[in-house]
């Protein structure tokens, strides 16, 4: 099976709109929601569909876009796959970017999330999706792009800043990504 293009809503709900209020710090992921539908437009989701193998069996695969801003926002706080994991049951902001808000069990698993970015780094995906981030913050100005590379840039989650390698934050798959 294919994975299915990602389609979340463009306008904030009333429930986005209060959560997106509350957040003072943290505002990345309210950048990341308000420009997800441009980060992931359908040319770029259709390119990060291409790592997965076509298959008639098995579930059909998570959206790799929702997968894809996990990641981003993974480098960006330093957290391990087990805390994404939690992060999108627990944490509003996680629920608030990836779609998920009032989530009682999570969008994905943390051997989906480290299968998609192994595919991500095999196909040289990973620096494609640092630089639409960047650019896209950059262009918009709604988020700081010299704060967001450098945090990405240096990021070990997949392969970039000293050691490398999730492994490094407790995950299991140890990963030799060219974010550096």
Not at 19 to 37: D, Q, S
Request: hydrophobic fraction near 40%; charge should be neutral; include cysteine.
């Amino acid at each position: 099976m294919r994975p299915v293009v990602w389609r979340p809503p463009a306008e904030p709900s009333d429930a986005e709109q209060a959560v997106i209020k509350a957040v003072r710090r943290a505002r990345l992921f309210v950048f990341l929601r308000e420009h997800r539908h441009e980060l992931f437009d359908e040319a770029f989701q259709a390119e990060l569909a291409k790592t997965y193998v076509d298959s008639p069996k098995g579930q059909p695969p998570v959206p790799p876009a929702r997968l894809a801003l996990a990641t981003i926002l993974q480098a960006y706080t330093g957290v391990s796959d087990d805390e994404v994991i939690e992060a999108t049951v627990m944490d509003r902001r996680w629920q608030l970017a990836l779609d998920c808000l009032d989530a009682e069990a999570p969008p994905f698993s943390k051997g989906t999330l480290v299968g998609f970015r192994k595919r991500l780094i095999e196909k040289n995906l990973d620096r494609a999706l640092v630089e639409r981030t960047v650019a896209l913050a950059a262009a918009t100005k709604g988020f700081g792009a010299r704060a967001l590379r450098a945090a990405l840039d240096s990021s070990p989650v997949v392969g970039g800043g000293p050691g490398g390698g999730d492994d490094q934050l407790g995950g299991t798959t140890p990963c030799a990504g060219p974010w550096a």
